[in-house]
């Protein structure tokens, strides 16, 4: 039985960090749908279940590993995003954060200076701010 799933999964892709996510995911599913009894919990649960199977039986290993690739760059940027909101709100007290009004650059300086003159250290634009 199992030299027969073995040689079952040959050449097929298997798992990866995407599917461990989309397995994840559709249990977390399927457990709030028996929790509100509402159907489209179930429905989501199930198509996630069926994606994560269908991914590691695939035979297209080249374009599973591109899907799983982007997977971590959104996960990257989601986790790189969420790490600078909890640094932002843990200096709250020591500083002022601004968007650069040129470059969208974000831009930290120190509380408590009054009236002062920011220049932006990527496009160079100044503009005035209260610290
Ligand atoms: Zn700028």
């Known amino acids: 039985?199992?030299?027969?799933?073995?040689?079952?999964?040959?050449?097929?892709?298997?798992?990866?960090?995407?599917n461990q996510f989309l397995s994840i995911a559709s249990i977390v599913m399927l457990l709030?749908?028996?929790?509100?009894?509402?159907?489209?919990?179930?429905?989501?649960?199930?198509?996630?279940?069926?994606?994560?199977?269908y991914r590691?039986?695939?035979?297209?290993?080249?374009?599973?590993t591109e899907e799983n690739y982007k997977f971590y760059t959104i996960k990257d940027r989601?986790?790189?995003?969420?790490?600078?909101?909890?640094?932002?709100?843990?200096?709250?007290?020591?500083?002022h954060y601004y968007r650069c009004p040129q470059c969208r650059q974000k831009l930290r300086v120190p509380r408590g200076r009054g009236?002062?003159?920011i220049s932006c250290p990527r496009c160079g634009t100044q503009f005035i701010k209260k610290s």
């Open 1 to 18: 039985m199992r030299e027969k799933l073995r040689q079952f999964m040959i050449g097929r892709y298997g798992t990866d960090g995407l």
């Open 78 to 95: 989601i986790t790189g995003k969420a790490n600078g909101l909890k640094d932002q709100w843990a200096n709250r007290k020591l500083y």
């Open 115 to 117: 009236r002062i003159q």
């Open 32 to 53: 709030i749908s028996l929790i509100t009894r509402v159907s489209l919990f179930t429905y989501v649960g199930m198509v996630l279940l069926i994606l994560c199977y």
């Open 56 to 64: 590691s039986l695939s035979r297209n290993i080249s374009k599973r």
